[in-house]
Nanobody, 115 residues
Framework: QVQLVESGGGLVQPGGSLRLSCAASGIMVSMSGMGWYRQAPGKQRELVATISFGGDTYYVESVKGRATISRDNAKNAVYLQMNSLKPEDTAVYYC?????????WGQGTQVTVSS
């Protein structure tokens, strides 16, 4: 059974940083494409960043230069480092993977950027 558990969210001031974690079970992150998405109140869930099986990364324009997606194969986890946070980064952040034809999501972690 695939499970994804996010953590690391919280309240941070504009300009601050957070590192989000996604602990995976039932899959090997080293063999899987993984993604971070976010959903702000009243808005659709949107892609933030992905890391492929081969380690290639992709970022949406709004976070380029401020976000880094990475993985730790030994811990079977994926991370999203977010710097220079802005109020518009406020959202619930979700981890996602696709495995054997199914899409799996974590429960999400809230990130609030406010002074």
């Amino acid at each position: 059974q695939v499970q994804l558990v996010e953590s690391g969210g919280g309240l941070v001031q504009p300009g601050g940083s957070l590192r989000l974690s996604c602990a995976a079970s039932g899959i090997m992150v080293s063999m899987s494409g993984m993604g971070w998405y976010r959903q702000a109140p009243g808005k659709q869930r949107e892609l933030v960043a992905t890391i492929s099986f081969g380690g290639d990364t992709y970022y949406v324009e709004s976070v380029k230069g401020r976000a880094t997606i990475s993985r730790d194969n030994a811990k079977n986890a994926v991370y999203l480092q977010m710097n220079s946070l802005k109020p518009e980064d406020t959202a619930v952040y979700y981890c996602r993977t696709d495995f054997r034809g199914r899409t799996y999501w974590g429960q999400g972690t809230q990130v609030t950027v406010s002074s």
